[in-house]
């Protein structure tokens, strides 16, 4: 009788708790619910925290880590999803490995997540990001096969940001393409100077604001004309 009592009591206990942990569950995803209509970005970390500790499943895990990288908190996005190479993560979670490693400055990380992703979904911004990052690292002749992926695949509506001046402005994402292939040959070959500015004129005649790709023309020009002027 005494062991029954014992074992009575436990599963009322254990009953207790999981219509606690239920109702728990149910208070946080509307929770979670209001806050993403109020745009309450601490608040919708707030109830997926909770709710990844309540009824945790790989997809609330990722939707976390997105959340933080898209708030910059890139450090807590990776402590959320791990920054090891794993085939089985979500395009959610590589995509967060990705750019939340880039933007730590962790380019060689970065990379091969970039890569991984690239493999499932071949996109044009993705071999963007992967050429950017190679001729950051030195690998010209990897930068080279994305940035010709991307001028033969970039459409006429796809844009690219950047953010060198005080007020960001976008681009055909066919010209960033045309301006870092002058980038790279330059890298590549410096004896190439009139190629990459060359490249630069592509890019400026898609786009004739575009403010980085003058500078690069005028950065080539100003080397060229020093070097002319070393051989007088």
Known sequence: MKKFVVVFVLLVSFYGVAQDNAALTK????????????????????????????DPS???RDTLAFVYMNNNQHVQALNTVGIEENPGDSDLALQVKAFSLQAINQPQRSIKHFQLLFNRK???????EMADLKIQTGDTAGATTDIEFGIANA???????????QQPYEVS?????????????????KTKIDEAIA??????????????????????????????????
């Open 27 to 54: 208070h946080y995803k509307a929770f979670y619910k209001e806050m993403k209509l109020q745009g309450d970005i601490n608040g919708v970390i707030n109830a997926l925290t909770h709710l990844n500790i309540l």
């Open 155 to 165: 459409t006429n509506d796809m844009k690219y940001a950047f953010y060198e001046r």
């Open 173 to 189: 994402l066919k010209a960033a393409f045309l301006h870092m292939k002058g980038l790279a040959i330059f890298n590549q070959d």
């Open 122 to 128: 071949k996109d044009p911004y993705l071999a963007y």
């Open 58 to 60: 790989q997809q609330r």
């Open 199 to 232: 490249l630069m004129d592509q890019a400026l005649q898609i786009e004739p604001n575009f403010n980085l790709a003058s500078l690069s023309k005028q950065a080539l020009e100003s080397r060229k004309t020093e070097g002319t002027t070393e051989e007088n």
